[in-house]
């Protein structure tokens, strides 16, 4: 059986007005918006955000402001840095997608691991690490939240992440290793 052949020509290519109209009200018709208070919630989320950062300025303590900016996208996910040339005040800036996916003790962490750099940065600017940031950011929130942004983060990046430990340095919960009793020699 032989398949008709279509002719084109050079004319046929173009959509018709009427077609790319209907098209155009079909699609605004079939459009809504994926949350109708999302920016709202953005806003609300960005103040609880701001009111954890001055909460953590306190505990580490920090004297230079830090704002908050919720962007569309960022390469590093939460970031912080100087907002001038003084290096008196900060920015710190949050990926929207994945900061609405934070639950509080979550976002707690991940903004304590970046007041952890603003500390490092304003007292020992030449230990940055992300180990360090980690380490003074356990002061004012708990392992396990750290550990639960840190498994977030790489299931939003889709990557499978480091040991947990080169992050957040050794667990102090879990088994020791047996310490020998105090009548007991060691080999």
């Not at 003790?105 to 690490?129: C, K, N, S």
Request: a neutral charge; aromatic letters at 12%.
């Amino acid at each position: 059986m032989r398949w008709p052949r279509r002719l084109r020509s050079a004319g046929n290519h173009r959509v018709p007005l009427f077609e790319s109209a209907l098209f155009v009200v079909f699609v605004f018709l079939l459009a809504s918006p994926v949350a109708n208070d999302s920016p709202n919630v953005v806003a609300l989320r960005a103040k609880r955000a701001q009111d954890f950062v001055d909460q953590l300025r306190a505990v580490f303590p920090i004297t230079e402001p830090i704002q908050i900016a919720v962007v569309v996208y960022h390469p590093l996910v939460f970031s912080v840095q100087p907002m001038d040339i003084r290096k008196d005040r900060f920015l710190l800036s949050m990926e929207l997608g994945f900061f609405l996916t934070l639950k509080d003790d979550e976002l707690r962490a991940a903004l304590a691991h970046e007041l952890g750099h603003v500390w490092i940065y304003t007292h020992y600017p030449f230990l940055q690490t992300e180990r360090l940031a980690n380490m003074i950011g356990q002061r004012a929130a708990d392992r396990a939240s750290f550990e639960r942004l840190y498994s977030r983060l790489w299931a939003y990046e889709g990557s499978s992440g480091v040991p947990i430990d080169d992050l957040l340095g050794p667990s102090l919960e879990g088994p020791y290793p047996a310490r020998p009793a105090a009548n007991e020699t060691r080999p």
